[in-house]
């Protein structure tokens, strides 16, 4: 399988920060990678497709980019709403390979 | 709005069965594959099984591969898991997916979950 893996696993930030959270896959997947937001006891929630395609209804704060290996989900202004976990997916050719999850990285508030 | 609802789940004894039902509303559920994916408590995301659109094919991760089956019935619009020989391991809250609109594999409407736990 292919294994994605998040950086950091924990951060703390305030309010208005910019925040990058990181994720590399084992092995290339072009683009192939989506990004989410849970919070406790709730579902995780779409943010990012493509690697850098926008949900529709996600605020224009969120984004992504990346292709290959190595992606970033960059919050350009830290709000309260998105203090929460942060997951990314990779779904390269996942008739083949299975459809994997990094870690997690949960964003605290400083 | 998609409305994705789990039922089904509890506790089961190791080596026991379950049935986990995923009623969809809201969008047209024939034209979707769709999805579980489990979370273990306080870990993170794992995903599980995947449909077609007209349940003519199904992929499943390693861990359940012979163990799980993945089924839906369009005239209910519903979406299943049946769960055999299940494992301490298997402990989890058992999400239901849509995958999303363009090209790929990825999960844009999820349900809230349904708890399932395997212990004696």
């Known amino acids: 399988d292919i294994q994605m893996t998040q950086s950091p696993s924990t951060l703390s930030a305030s309010v208005g920060d910019r925040v990058t959270i990181t994720c590399r896959a084992s092995?290339?997947?072009?683009?192939?990678l989506a990004w989410y937001q849970q919070k406790p006891g709730k579902a995780p929630k779409l943010l990012i497709y493509?690697?850098?395609s926008l949900e529709s209804g996600v605020p224009s704060t969120f984004s992504g980019s990346g292709s290959g290996t190595e992606f970033t989900l960059t919050i350009s202004s830290l709000q309260p709403d998105d203090f929460a976990t942060y997951y990314c997916?990779?779904?390269?050719?996942?008739?083949?390979?299975?459809?994997?999850f990094g870690g997690g990285t949960k964003v605290e508030i400083k | 709005e998609v409305q994705l609802e789990e039922s089904g789940g509890g506790l089961v004894q190791p080596g026991g069965s379950l049935r986990l039902s995923c009623a969809a509303s809201g969008f047209t559920f024939s034209t979707y594959w769709m999805n579980w994916v489990r979370q273990a408590p306080g870990k993170g995301l794992e995903w599980v099984a995947t449909i077609k659109d007209d349940g003519s094919d199904q992929w499943y991760a390693d861990p359940v591969k012979g163990r799980f089956t993945v089924s839906r019935d369009s005239a209910k619009r519903s979406l299943y898991l049946q769960m055999n020989s299940l494992r301490a391991d298997d402990t989890a809250l058992y999400f239901c997916a849509r995958d999303g609109i363009t090209d790929g594999l990825y999960f844009d409407s999820w349900g809230q979950g349904t708890l399932v736990t395997v212990s004696s």
């Open positions: 493509k690697a850098s």
């Open positions: 997916q990779q779904y390269y050719d996942y008739r083949a390979h299975a459809v994997t």
């Open positions: 092995q290339s997947i072009s683009t192939w």
